[in-house]
T-cell receptor, first 111, second 115 residues
């Protein structure tokens, strides 16, 4: 069975600072990797995904993530945080059509 | 507009009662999923279905039941056997393509609470 580990249940940054949300996966074969965002009392929206090809993936709202096979990581970054980025972020993997999610990281943005 | 609709948004269950959460999609997606979300635990898979009239248990199926009689509908019943049902329930769907790398589309969720 594969799993997804998100380091840090909460990450706090100042507005304008770099955002780094960490995700590691365990799989003998690289799975398909996703980042989703959830705003309060809503469903999840796709930020970006990695399937094959370029390891640096750009998503919506200025977010990007880099797939590093040697580190089994897929960390999410954004150069400059905005207040509207405050939300819950989930890393997910898909193998055999079954999605598995990490526990989520709550991003807090301070003025 | 195409999308996935969950209802109701809020639901209250009495002791010993079964309740059913609705999930409908008009995206013509093959696969549908039910997740339970608890604070700090992420999303845990309850059931999923990849074809009409067939469904599979996820990681936490005990105390839940589902049906998939139509492609667009995947209702979830929380039975009285589920002793701790208070949670946020999310329904999702996706298209099944070779490689299995399609994204999920999510509904806006149902918050279930016990009276």
């Amino acid at each position: 069975a594969q799993s997804v580990t998100q380091l840090g249940s909460h990450v706090s940054v100042s507005e304008g600072a770099l955002v780094l949300l960490r995700c590691n996966y365990s799989s003998s074969v690289p799975p398909y990797l996703f980042w989703y965002v959830q705003y309060p009392n809503q469903g999840l929206q796709l930020l970006l995904k990695y399937t094959t090809g370029a390891t640096l993936v750009k998503g919506i709202n200025g977010f990007e993530a880099e797939f590093k096979k040697s580190e089994t990581s897929f960390h999410l970054t954004k150069p400059s945080a905005h207040m509207s980025d405050a939300a819950e972020y989930f890393c997910a993997v898909i193998r055999s059509y079954i999605p598995t999610f990490g526990r989520g990281t709550s991003l807090i943005v301070h003025p | 507009d195409g999308g996935i609709t969950q209802s109701p948004k809020y639901l209250f269950r009495k002791e010993g009662q079964n309740v059913t959460l609705s999930c409908e999609q008009n995206l013509n997606h093959d696969a549908m999923y039910w997740y339970r979300q608890d604070p700090g635990q992420g999303l845990r898979l309850i059931y999923y279905s990849q074809i009409v009239n067939d469904f599979q248990k996820g990681d936490i199926a005990e105390g839940y039941s589902v049906s998939r009689e139509k492609k667009e509908s995947f209702p979830l019943t929380v039975t009285s056997a589920q002793k701790n049902p208070t949670a946020f329930y999310l329904c999702a769907s996706s298209q099944l393509r070779p490689g299995g790398n399609e994204k999920l589309f999510f509904g806006s969720g149902t918050q279930l609470s016990v009276l």
